[in-house]
Nanobody, 122 residues
Framework: QVQLVESGGGSVQDGGSLRLSCAAS????????MAWFRHAPGKEREMVAC???????SYADSVKGRFTISRDNSKHTLYLQMNSLKPEDTTMYYC????????????????WGQGTQVTVSS
């Protein structure tokens, strides 16, 4: 059974930083692309950043240069370093895996975490 557990969300001021973590169980971690999505109320779920099993990354235009996705295979953990946060980054962030490549749509990924809230105040 695949489990994804996110942590690291919270509240910061405009321009602040947060690092999200996603602990993954199961050998699926090594075999598939992983990604961070976010989902604001009334909007479609948006891919924020994605990383393939080979380490190739892709980002949404809105976060390029501010966010960095990485994975630590020894710890089965996915990270999202978020710098220069803006109020419009406020929403729930979800870790996902089981994808075939990057970038991807939500339907391209099989397993999802419960999400972690990020709030950026001005």
């Amino acid at each position: 059974q695949v489990q994804l557990v996110e942590s690291g969300g919270g509240s910061v001021q405009d321009g602040g930083s947060l690092r999200l973590s996603c602990a993954a169980s199961g050998d699926i971690y090594f075999k598939h692309a992983m990604a961070w999505f976010r989902h604001a109320p009334g909007k479609e779920r948006e891919m924020v950043a994605c990383i393939t099993r080979f380490g190739t990354t892709s980002y949404a235009d809105s976060v390029k240069g501010r966010f960095t996705i990485s994975r630590d295979n020894s710890k089965h953990t996915l990270y999202l370093q978020m710098n220069s946060l803006k109020p419009e980054d406020t929403t729930m962030y979800y870790c996902t895996t089981g994808g075939t490549g990057c970038p991807g749509r939500p339907t391209d990924f099989a397993y999802w975490g419960q999400g972690t809230q990020v709030t950026v105040s001005s």
